[in-house]
């Protein structure tokens, strides 16, 4: 199958990989002939297993068999789309290994040769590119383009990108998975449609994606058109422990978390050339690089955040690719596959707060298919301690949360009925043609199309006799659109998903950007005050209008900055994961087989005795257990006498927040008082002002045939 797979490449392609990468993987030796054949391919494995090369070497392959016989025309044949800025220079760094292996395949067996490495030409357009590169593309297209979701639509609105991007003949969109759930993923679906429309013909679409499910959902979000699965079974060794950064239960009691976590962390890197740490949190990561340091010595940790600056987070990854940084305190942002070398293992501070985000975290650590993936979870009390064991065992089931991809997204389809109009206008029925094409908007109707244009050309403002310049300009008649420079200067400036947070940047008086700060931040922060960013510290000399102008400090008194953020509530799947496992947990309580149960789960003693402890003082108070078939209603008083009601469910933020208002609403009903609510992914609480007692059957009286479905 191997040796097949590679007889649809030049001699001097197969030749390189064989000498350098031996046989192909299962991944590529089955995506390779669906690439090659032109039909629209969907690659979904595990980090590690060589999705990226299974996609580009196809098109390398062609590519240069056109140089060498002089038929490589200067124009643009690949587009290529990474959700990361600081992914699509990872790609051209990785571009080069196989160009230049088999440039020198080339020369050894034919030395007097004509070099046709330096024909096939690659550019990055990203927000970061300098206008100098950007100019440079318009005279000379790329044959391969890197860029990111947002730039695309930049493209697509102006004259000069159309024209750069109208040759195009394949599309690589990378990490499918962190976009099909997002607006974001909805706005380049959108943007990939419009693409389809302005070239010769529809483009190959070949998706890269994590392990990731339902496929038969992702492969009719990547196109419309019939879509080539390739998901070939592949067993990833795994091993993941929950560990207690305590040496004493008693330690729970004090506020020495974070001094005994570091400790635990540095002992454990001992024995390690580099590892990660995950934290949920930008603010989680400082602190957790400040406390090592302290032991391990300066330098021993850096960190790694959407906050930090480009050029901070590119110095730590190069670091940490070279094998100097022993440690690396990060966020979500180094989930993704920014190549950053060997990972011997990873840790997770915290309980993780998806299923799929810790499967691509553990992918991190063993990056190869045929090595262990280590991650070490610390939980940081008591309740954390059960719920990273319920997290590690569902992981090891493989059991992720299934995608749910947004619909009928107007705010996105709003953005693009400007950028179009910004050139040089359509009708409503070019409009209809296109949205077909794009999953998120299949079922967008005419009359929701004519809607938001009416928006779009000022009817709501007009019918309030408030003055506004339209963003386009409608003509209800004939349902034709136009723009004007307005229209062109609302799509660039506001176009994306991606929320402007009103962000402070870092600067130092010599006007050097080492990342930014939350709004609210500043707001309480006074000139002298230190803070910790990028594992460094940082005295603040002045504030200006939107900066903050720092000089390093020592760590002496410098905390570390909050960033306010959305938080992403477990999703009902992996809450009725969990309730299950909770179901057997309680059943084993009864059995007296409860600490076993928990070894199972892969906590170590000392979290197991936590866990255990927990388990038996809710046991006690509630004689239950929540499960994916029970939720749990505690009514109980507080110390000052006011009467409560906890009602203790593991079905999710999502589940539980909407559940909560409805059942402060029917708390309304029986007394006239205001009463306040608080809900997590573990259950909501209620409790009313003064002495009032909310009533038992409040979730029993919300009738499910009041419901409707959405």
Known sequence: MSQNSLAIFDSLTADWFRHTLGKPTAVQDAAWPAIFSGVHTLVSAPTGTGKTLSAFLVFIDRFLAEARSGTLKEELKLIYISPLKSLAGDIRENLRCPLNGIYEEERKQNPSAESTFSKLTIAIRTGDTPQKERRNMIKHPPHILITTPESLFLMLTSQSGKKILCTAQTVIIDELHALIDSKRGAHLMLSLARLDELCAKPLQRVGLSATMKPLHLAAEYLSSDPVTVIAPAMQKKVQLEVTSPWSDTRLLQKDSIWHELAGTVVDLCKGSRSVIAFVEGRAY??????????????????????????????????????????????????????????????????????????????????????????????????????????????VRNGELEDSRPPRL???????????????????????????????????????????????????????????????????RIHEHVEGDSYSRMLAISVGGTIPDKGLYAVKTENGVKLGEVDEEFVFEARIGDKFLLGAFAWQINSIQKDTVVVAQSSMYGARPPFYKAEIIGRRLQTGIAFGKILGRLSNALEKDTLLQELHQLGLDDTCAQIAFDLIKRQYNATQGLPDDRTIVIEHFRDETGTHQMMVHSVFGRQVNAPLAILVREAAKRHIKTNISCFDDDDGFLLFPYGEYELPEGLLQSILPETARPI
Not at 286 to 293: D, G, S, T, W
Not at 432 to 460: H, N, Q, W
């Open 285 to 394: 990561a400082e602190k957790l690089a400040y406390h090592v340091n302290q032991l391990a010595g300066e330098g021993f940790a850096r960190t790694h955040h959407g906050s930090l600056s480009k050029e901070q987070r590119f110095e730590v990854e190069n670091e940490l690719r070279n094998g100097n940084l022993r440690l690396l305190c990060a966020t979500s942002s180094m989930e993704l596959g920014i190549d950053v070398g060997d990972i011997d293992q990873v840790f997770q501070i915290g309980c993780p707060r998806s299923i799929s985000s810790t499967m691509q975290r553990l992918g991190r650590a063993g990056h190869n298919p045929d090595r262990v993936s280590v991650m070490y979870i610390f939980p940081r009390t008591a309740t954390e301690s059960l719920y990273c064991g319920l997290t590690a065992q569902v």
């Open 409 to 475: 997204c107007l705010d996105v389809l709003a953005q693009h009925l400007v950028s179009m109009a910004a050139g040089e206008g359509y009708d409503l029925d070019d409009v209809m043609a296109i949205l077909p094409r794009a999953y998120p908007f299949k079922s967008v109707t005419r009359e929701d199309v004519k809607d938001v244009l009416c928006m779009l050309a000022g009817d709501f403002e007009h019918e309030r006799n408030i003055p506004v310049r339209p963003r386009l300009l409608y003509d």
